[in-house]
C-alpha cells in the first residue's frame, strides 16, 4: 500500500486535492470515483515514511505508554458502544493533547478510511505500537473481538507502568545516595587530601601507617581520576553496544545478570513475571501458542529467556506440550512451570500465566525493598567509615607535631 497525494475534480466541477493510501494508481482512481472525485494527477508521496519514522522515534518511555494507554482506554469504550472505527479514530484524534500522536491517529483514520485494516495502518508506525500491540490488533479484527484486545492491551500496558513505578521508586534513593557517596569520595581524596599532604610534608613530621595509606590513595586518585570517570560512562557504554551487535554476548551478559549476588535472582523474576504476561495476553486475545512464544521473545527482556525459547517452538512444533517444552530449560522457574501443567490440564493457561505474573508482581517491589533496606544502611556506614579513616589519619600526625613542640 502506497500513500498517494493526488488532485481530481468532484461532481460540482471544482478542483480537489488530498491524500489516499492505495495499491497503485487505478486502485486509487476506482476509490475516488466511489466518492464522487474523478482523478486527474497523482504522485506518491515519498516523503511520508520519513515522517512516519520521524513521528515514531519522537515519542519515547513513558510518554508513549501513558499516549497508548489512553488511546486503549478510549478506543476500547467506543469500539464497545459500537462506534465505527473511522470514527472513533477521528474522535481519539479530537481528544489527543498530544500533537505527535495526535498526528498519527489522524494519519491511521485516513488509512482505514481508504480500505486498509487497523493493524496494516499501525505496521507503519512498528516502533511506536510494536510487535505485540499490533499482532494483538490483528487478532482482535481477525476474530471481531477488537474490544477485547484493545481492553487486554490497556491492562497489559497499566501493568508495564505499575512495575515500572515500583522499580523506580525503590531504586532512586539508593541510587541518589550511592552516586553521592562516589562522587564525595573522588573530590575529597582529589582536592580535599592533597592539602593536608602539602601542609604535613612541609613540617617534616613522621606520618603513621594511616595518613600514608590516604595519602597514597589520595595520590592515586589525583593521578587516575578522569580514567574512572571514562571507565564508568564508557564501559556501560560498550556493553551495551557489544549486546546489541553481538548475540552471543548479550547471552553471556544476560547470564551473568542472573548471577549476580542479591540482584540476580530479582532480573530473573522480572524476566519471568515479562514472559507471563506477555504469554497470557496474547493467548487470550486469540493469537496461537507458536506465534505468542515468538513475539515473548522480545516482549521477555532476556536474549537467554528469547534463545530458549526458540528451542520451546521447536519442541512444540514437534508435538510437545508448552509445560513439556518449558521444563527442559533451566531459565524457566519452577512455579512457571507447575502453574503451566495446572493451566494445561483446565484448559485456563491464560488464567495460570496471570498468576504467575501476579505473584511475581507481589514478590518483585518487596524484593526490591528489602535489598535496598540493606544496601542503605551498607552504604552510610561505608561513608561515614571512609570519613573516619580519612580524619584519623590527617590528625594523628597534627597530635604528634603538638606532642613534639610541647
Given at each position: 500500500m502506497t500513500n498517494f497525494l493526488y488532485s481530481g475534480i468532484d461532481q460540482h466541477g471544482r478542483t480537489v486535492t488530498g491524500q489516499m493510501v492505495a495499491e497503485n494508481p487505478v486502485s486509487l482512481e476506482q476509490r475516488l470515483q466511489t466518492i464522487g472525485v474523478w482523478l486527474l494527477k497523482a504522485e506518491a508521496d515519498k516523503t511520508s515514511d520519513t515522517?512516519?519514522?520521524?513521528?515514531?522515534?519522537?515519542?519515547?518511555?513513558?510518554?508513549k505508554r501513558r499516549q497508548l494507554i489512553n488511546f486503549c482506554t478510549l478506543m476500547s469504550f467506543m469500539a464497545k458502544v459500537g462506534i465505527p472505527l473511522v470514527q472513533?479514530?477521528?474522535?481519539a484524534a479530537q481528544d489527543c493533547d498530544n500533537p505527535v500522536f495526535?498526528?498519527?491517529?489522524?494519519?491511521?483514520?485516513?488509512?482505514?478510511?481508504?480500505?486498509?485494516?487497523?493493524?496494516?495502518?499501525?505496521?507503519?508506525y512498528i516502533t511506536l505500537f510494536g510487535t505485540q500491540f499490533i499482532s494483538l490488533i490483528r487478532a482482535g479484527e481477525e476474530s471481531g473481538s477488537l474490544p477485547e484486545s484493545l481492553n487486554e492491551l490497556k491492562r497489559y500496558l497499566e501493568w508495564q507502568e505499575q512495575v515500572i513505578s515500583d522499580v523506580r521508586q525503590a531504586t532512586i534513593y539508593p541510587a541518589v545516595v550511592l552516586i553521592m557517596v562516589i562522587l564525595f569520595v573522588l573530590v575529597l581524596f582529589t582536592f580535599v587530601v592533597p592539602r593536608f599532604v602539602t601542609?604535613?610534608?612541609?613540617?617534616?613530621?613522621?606520618?603513621?601507617?594511616?595518613t600514608k595509606v590516604v595519602f597514597a590513595a589520595s595520590d592515586f586518585a589525583k593521578q587516575t581520576w578522569w580514567m574512572w570517570l571514562i571507565a564508568l560512562v564508557g564501559v556501560p557504554l560498550l556493553v551495551g553496544l557489544a549486546t546489541r551487535w553481538s548475540p552471543r554476548f548479550a547471552i553471556v551478559v544476560d547470564q551473568l545478570k542472573f548471577r549476580i549476588p542479591l540482584f540476580g535472582q530479582l532480573n530473573h523474576m522480572l524476566a519471568m513475571s515479562r514472559f507471563a504476561r506477555s504469554l497470557s495476553v496474547l493467548y487470550r486475545a486469540g493469537v496461537s501458542i507458536l506465534?505468542?512464544?515468538?513475539?515473548?521473545?522480545?516482549?521477555?527482556?532476556?536474549?537467554?529467556?528469547?534463545?530458549?525459547?526458540?528451542?520451546?517452538?521447536?519442541?512444540?512444533?514437534?508435538?510437545?506440550?508448552?509445560?513439556e517444552a518449558?521444563?527442559?530449560?533451566?531459565?524457566?522457574?519452577?512455579?512457571?512451570?507447575?502453574?503451566?501443567?495446572?493451566?494445561?490440564?483446565?484448559?485456563?493457561?491464560?488464567?495460570?500465566?496471570?498468576?504467575?505474573?501476579e505473584y511475581y508482581n507481589t514478590i518483585i517491589p518487596r524484593r526490591i525493598k528489602k535489598i535496598f533496606s540493606v544496601m542503605e544502611p551498607a552504604l552510610i556506614l561505608t561513608l561515614v567509615g571512609i570519613v573516619g579513616f580519612v580524619a584519623l589519619a590527617i590528625f594523628m600526625p597534627i597530635l604528634s607535631l603538638m606532642q613534639s613542640m610541647r
Open positions: 515522517k512516519r519514522t520521524m513521528r515514531s522515534t519522537r515519542l519515547r518511555g513513558a510518554t472513533a479514530l477521528e474522535i495526535r498526528d498519527v491517529i489522524v494519519d491511521l483514520k485516513n488509512q482505514v478510511e481508504a480500505g486498509q485494516k487497523l493493524a496494516e495502518a499501525m505496521e507503519k601542609l604535613l610534608t612541609s613540617v617534616r613530621v613522621e606520618l603513621p601507617l594511616p506465534q505468542g512464544l515468538k513475539l515473548c521473545e522480545d516482549l521477555a527482556g532476556s536474549p537467554v529467556v528469547a534463545r530458549d525459547l526458540r528451542d520451546v517452538q521447536f519442541r512444540i512444533e514437534e508435538g510437545a506440550t508448552l509445560s518449558l521444563r527442559r530449560h533451566p531459565v524457566f522457574s519452577s512455579l512457571l512451570i507447575r502453574m503451566t501443567v495446572m493451566g494445561e490440564k483446565t484448559g485456563n493457561l491464560d488464567g495460570a500465566l496471570d498468576n504467575v505474573s
